[in-house]
């Protein structure tokens, strides 16, 4: 097995998968979705609320709000020492304290005050409620671990899809050079130059075949590799995308062994 990083952001990764089963490919996808865990708010006080907004309505909306994260500096509730009541190993607390002068004010995400430094909004600019003049909000927010096998808002994910590496053949004896599949191709990945149709950024292919329906039969073929896949992790910036990656990896491949020495003892 061979992972090779395609193509890095800030906040997206894509990689390809090389020599892997289909099943693990999709278990690699799947632990990034709901065994690597992340910060988010999971309980919300309160103070003094004048908005038309519903308490109700506005904890759920900070619960969406992406919290930047760092693993190595909190533990999963129920692996905290406190048996997770709550304390500084496994959570932290937010802040926020607004009052609109004469004038309509939006409160963002950004204008939440933590505890720690490091956990903090991933984006500063989530709208969360419109006050009007003279409204106030005052709150409190606790943000903990969790994983998005018990609740969506933990997932650190946006995106994380793969696709089988095409593959793109021309049969230049079948091609009559017409063009038509070139203008067809929404990815671009077929070329006409001098009368010579070629292939380029094979891995952009879609696999959506709209060459091949307007082509010569045989002229196009669009194949796939079994055993390789193209990887789209875009993060919602809780985690860079690579340790998503890398955690996810590191959860399966102890998950398996968990599976093993259990069926090793039967």
Known sequence: MEITIIRKQDD???????????????????????????????EVLILENTSVMYDEILAHRLGLVPLVTKLDDYNLPEECDCEGKGCSLCQCTLTLEKEAGDQDMMVYSGDLSSQDPEVMPATEGIPLVKLAPHQTLILEAYARLGTGLENAKFQPVATVAYKNVPLVSVDKSKCNQCGDCVEVCPKNILVLEDDVLSTQNTLECSLCEACVRVCEPGAVTIDSKEDSFLFKVESTGALPPEEIVERAAEILKERIGEALDFANSL
């Open 12 to 42: 997206a990764i894509h990689f390809l998968l090389e020599g892997a089963h289909v099943g693990f490919a999709n278990a690699l996808r799947r632990t990034m979705l709901t065994r690597v865990p992340s910060m988010s708010i999971d």
